[in-house]
């Protein structure tokens, strides 16, 4: 990571424009913060609304990559929802149905439970693989990065602006817009916990800026980054079942 935090000082020193920084290096970095490794967390999620508060509490399993499981513990008319993501493969599931349903690529963001959180806030690298990157600006303390859609990405988002530290490359903030440039959607990174170089997130704060009112408050609050996490837990029985 140093060296990537090197070069960036080395070109504006330089005068050479911000555009020419290796901003998928960075955004790859930055990534490996959210993604960085094997995850088993129990997570509270905290939905508001104009009229109302609901918190649900979600056990989650991540291989630090592209495939994570997600399943509901309360409240219990809602428990033993799950969703399965698994590269482009997107599986959710509810008791009351009783099978798995496929969802297309677009489906990744989709609203969790009707909050503001998307399965691919949960699992994936989405914004590596659909958006093109550059360093907009830097200023010493922040860094941040312009991401736009690529052509064919399956994504509701025609901008990214992903701000950073300067000096860890941690995410901070992330601010979507809409193919009008609108600004439609803010997720704010706190709370943040070391592991092994990896600094993540513990608390979300996901807004949507469309609707006043309407914010989704996500805590980890249990997680363990040491676990080894079977293959099974990404198969479609895990869905039901669970896996750990």
Same mark, same amino acid.
Do not use: K, W
């Given at each position: 990571?140093?060296?990537?935090?090197?070069?960036?000082?080395?070109?504006?020193?330089?005068?050479?424009?911000?555009?020419?920084?290796?901003?998928?290096?960075?955004?790859?970095?930055?990534?490996?913060?959210?993604?960085?490794?094997?995850?088993?967390?129990?997570?509270?999620?905290?939905?508001?609304?104009?009229?109302?508060?609901?918190?649900?509490?979600?056990?989650?399993?991540?291989?630090?990559?592209?495939?994570?499981?997600?399943?509901?513990?309360?409240p219990p008319?809602?428990?033993?929802?799950?969703?399965?993501?698994?590269?482009?493969?997107?599986?959710?599931?509810?008791?009351?149905?009783?099978?798995?349903?496929?969802?297309?690529?677009?489906?990744?963001?989709?609203?969790?439970?009707?909050?503001d959180i998307?399965?691919?806030?949960?699992?994936?690298?989405?914004?590596?693989?659909?958006?093109?990157?550059?360093?907009? +600006?830097?200023?010493? =303390? #922040?860094? @941040?990065? !312009?991401? %736009?859609? *690529?052509?064919?990405?399956? /994504?509701?988002?025609?901008? $990214?602006?992903?701000?950073?530290?300067?000096d860890t490359?941690?995410?901070?903030?992330?601010?979507?817009?809409?193919?009008?440039?609108?600004?439609?959607?803010?997720?704010?990174?706190?709370?943040?916990?070391?592991?092994?170089? +990896?600094?993540?997130? =513990? #608390?979300? @704060?996901? !807004?949507? %800026?469309? *609707?006043?009112?309407?914010? /989704?408050?996500?805590?980890? $609050?249990?997680?363990?980054?040491?676990?080894?996490?079977?293959?099974?837990?990404?198969?479609?029985?895990?869905?039901?079942?669970?896996?750990?």
């Open positions: 990571m140093r060296h990537v935090l090197v070069s960036l000082t080395l070109v504006l020193l330089a005068g050479t424009t911000l555009a020419q920084v290796d901003a998928a290096e960075v955004l790859a970095r930055a990534m490996g913060h959210l993604r960085g490794g094997e995850l088993v967390a129990t997570i509270e999620l905290h939905v508001t609304r104009p009229d109302r508060v609901t918190r649900y509490l979600l056990e989650l399993v991540t291989d630090g990559d592209t495939a994570g499981l997600g399943r509901v513990l309360t008319r809602d428990a033993g929802q799950a969703f399965l993501r698994g590269g482009d493969n997107l599986f959710v599931y509810h008791p009351r149905v009783g099978r798995a349903l496929r969802l297309p690529p677009s489906g990744r963001s989709d609203n969790f439970l009707g909050s998307t399965y691919g806030d949960f699992a994936g690298r989405d914004l590596e693989r659909d958006y093109q990157s550059r360093v907009l +600006r830097e200023d010493g =303390t #922040t860094v @941040v990065l !312009e991401l %736009l859609a *690529r052509p064919d990405a399956p /994504t509701p988002f025609g901008r $990214v602006l992903l701000t950073l530290a300067a490359l941690t995410p901070l903030e992330q601010v979507f817009e809409d193919q009008r440039g609108a600004a439609v959607r803010r997720i704010e990174f706190g709370d943040h916990v070391e592991s092994n170089g +990896r600094r993540f997130p =513990t #608390t979300l @704060v996901v !807004e949507d %800026l469309t *609707r006043a009112g309407h914010e /989704t408050v996500v805590r980890y $609050v249990r997680f363990s980054f040491d676990s080894t996490v079977p293959a099974s837990c990404f198969e479609q029985r895990a869905l039901e079942v669970g896996c750990m």
